[in-house]
């Protein structure tokens, strides 16, 4: 089991850039790692992917604004995002999926402003 620990939230004008990290506290080599995106009201929904291969995929919504890395060595992985938009805002948690298993971060608020 892994657990995983979010950061690099906060509130930002619209567009902006901020950084979010996910640090676990075990390898996560094998995992696929996610972001999602909570909005007020609204279900939690997938923002971005990467595979243990480092294959990405994105939400349309974040396509060439949001970019999501993995650094294996410090079992981390991040999110940048760039040109914020006011419907950016909500919670984003981070996932790691394996074997059938996964595993969520508490999330980190993100609050865009216009």
């Known amino acids: 089991q892994v657990q995983l620990v979010e950061s690099g939230g906060g509130l930002v004008q619209a567009g902006g850039s901020l950084r979010l990290s996910c640090a676990a506290s075990?390898?996560?080599?094998?995992?696929?790692m996610g972001w999602y995106r909570q909005a007020p009201g609204k279900l939690r929904d997938l923002v971005a992917a990467i595979t243990s291969g480092g294959s990405t995929n994105y939400a349309d919504s974040v396509k060439g604004r949001f970019t999501i890395s993995r650094d294996n060595a410090k079992n981390t992985v991040y999110l940048q995002m760039n040109s914020l938009k006011l419907e950016d805002t909500g919670v984003y948690y981070c996932k790691g999926s394996t074997w059938g298993l996964g595993y969520w971060g508490q999330g980190t608020q993100v609050t865009v402003s216009s």
């Open positions: 075990g390898s996560i080599f094998s995992y696929t």
